[in-house]
């Protein structure tokens, strides 16, 4: 069975700071793995994804992700953290693509310090 | 293209009361799934439609059920309300086994149910 972990379920970083959400995954098969963003709200957002073609993956407002396949994590990275990047991240699994289901995290709320 | 859309976005129900909620996913999206966000649970999988049939079935009493209708927007109903039900909704459309799928998902903005 698939599952995630995120460590952390708060983190507070100041304007311009490196922000780095953790996420560690467990799956029987190689899997796909996603990071999405919710701002207050709003629905989840898609922000970036690891779907095999590269271990480090770039997403939207500067984000990226590094699939770490001996350490089974999905660690999310920004190198200077913005105010509008606070919101609640959220790490997810699948198995395959066609799979209807998609296994999330706890969640990381990010809070970004002016 | 438009996106996921969800009514109603707010409601207020009282204990004992059922309430159905609404989800048009994208157009040519085929796979339909719920999601439950609460402060204390996060986001748990409620279930997900395929073509008018339920293909995937999270862990919630029966008094939660769906439906999916042949133009992909789908349904989902809750029964005998309890104070614990409040929570945002979410829904989410996919198009597994289309070209171009990796398996993410297009979330609507939730409907946000209040129980009193």
């Known amino acids: 069975a698939q599952s995630v972990t995120q460590l952390g379920s708060h983190v507070s970083v100041s304007e311009g700071a490196l922000v780095l959400l953790r996420c560690n995954y467990s799956?029987?098969?190689?899997?796909?793995l996603f990071w999405y963003v919710q701002y207050p709200n709003q629905g989840l957002q898609l922000l970036l994804k690891?779907?095999?073609?590269?271990?480090l993956v770039k997403g939207i407002n500067g984000f990226e992700a590094e699939f770490k396949k001996s350490e089974t994590s999905f660690h999310l990275t920004k190198p200077s953290a913005h105010m509008s990047d606070a919101a609640e991240y959220f790490c997810?699994?699948?198995?395959?693509?066609?799979?209807?289901?998609?296994?999330f995290g706890d969640g990381t709320t990010l809070t970004v310090k002016p | 293209k438009a996106g996921v859309t969800q009514t109603p976005r707010y409601l207020i129900k009282t204990r004992g009361q059922q309430v159905t909620l609404s989800c048009s996913p994208i157009?040519?999206?085929?796979?339909v799934s719920w999601y439950q966000q609460t402060p204390g649970q996060g986001l748990q999988f409620l279930f997900e439609?395929?073509?008018?049939?339920?293909?995937n079935k999270g862990n919630f009493p029966g008094r939660f059920s769906g439906r999916q209708f042949s133009n992909s927007r789908s349904e989902m109903n809750v029964s005998t309300l309890e104070l614990g039900d409040s929570a945002l909704y979410l829904c989410?459309?996919?198009?597994?086994?289309?070209?171009?799928?990796?398996?993410?998902?297009?979330f609507g903005e939730g409907s946000r149910l209040t129980v009193l």
């Open positions: 690891y779907t095999s073609a590269a271990t």
């Open positions: 799956s029987s098969v190689p899997p796909y």
């Open positions: 157009s040519g999206h085929r796979s």
């Open positions: 997810a699994v699948i198995e395959n693509t066609n799979a209807g289901k998609s296994t």
């Open positions: 439609y395929f073509s008018e049939t339920q293909r």
């Open positions: 989410a459309s996919s198009f597994p086994g289309q070209a171009g799928n990796t398996g993410e998902l297009f």
